[in-house]
């Protein structure tokens, strides 16, 4: 915070500059808002380190939707607080801002986590699809290879219960056809 404000104060203080015959004053910084900004960042962060998630949450989104202060950290933390507190929507939002930034490792954390809401509504080709996005953006990202195979594995899973379910189906169909023909037969 020393650091915010003394660059604040550098910036405000500075000279204005004289180019032929229009002077161009500093930019007005708001030391008031960079404050408010610290002081609920510094609470957000208290509070879901409290595990309290939604308090955490509707901080973090007003960081971003009303102060207007969206740096990639806050974004992650907005969504991980959503994430916690069970606003699935919200966090899917605020995790697709992340993926559109330039920071491979946040973008990684980002598609490994839209993975885990696409495992979590079972759509496995999609939650696939995010964790190799996961993967490509970040190539140690142990937690997002580790939950790609687990995917890959129920998806296989479910296509061999598919398979047999779908078999099984049959063979019944089979038996009660010959039943059929043995009673039209009686």
Do not use: C
Request: net charge positive.
């Amino acid at each position: 915070m020393k650091f915010v404000l003394l660059l604040a104060w550098s910036l405000y203080s500075g000279d204005t500059v004289s180019t032929q015959s229009n002077a161009i004053a500093p930019a007005k910084i708001d030391l008031h808002a960079i404050a408010r900004i610290n002081k609920l960042n510094q609470s957000a962060s208290e509070a879901y380190q409290n595990k309290e998630y939604e308090k955490a949450y509707l901080q973090y989104a007003r960081l971003t939707d009303t102060l207007k202060h969206s740096s990639p950290e806050i974004l992650l933390n907005k969504a991980t607080s959503a994430f916690r507190a069970g606003k699935t929507k919200e966090s899917e939002v605020a995790y697709q801002q992340l993926i559109k930034g330039k920071d491979k490792k946040l973008k990684s954390i980002a598609y490994q986590q839209l993975g885990l809401l696409a495992l979590k509504d079972n759509k496995k080709d999609e939650a696939l699809e995010h964790f190799k996005n996961a993967l490509v953006n970040d190539p140690l990202n142990e937690q997002a290879r580790y939950d790609y195979e687990l995917a890959l594995k129920q998806k296989l899973q479910q296509q061999k219960q598919d398979q047999s379910s779908s078999k099984n189906k049959k063979e019944e169909e089979k038996k009660k056809e010959e039943e059929k023909k043995k009673q039209e037969q009686q």
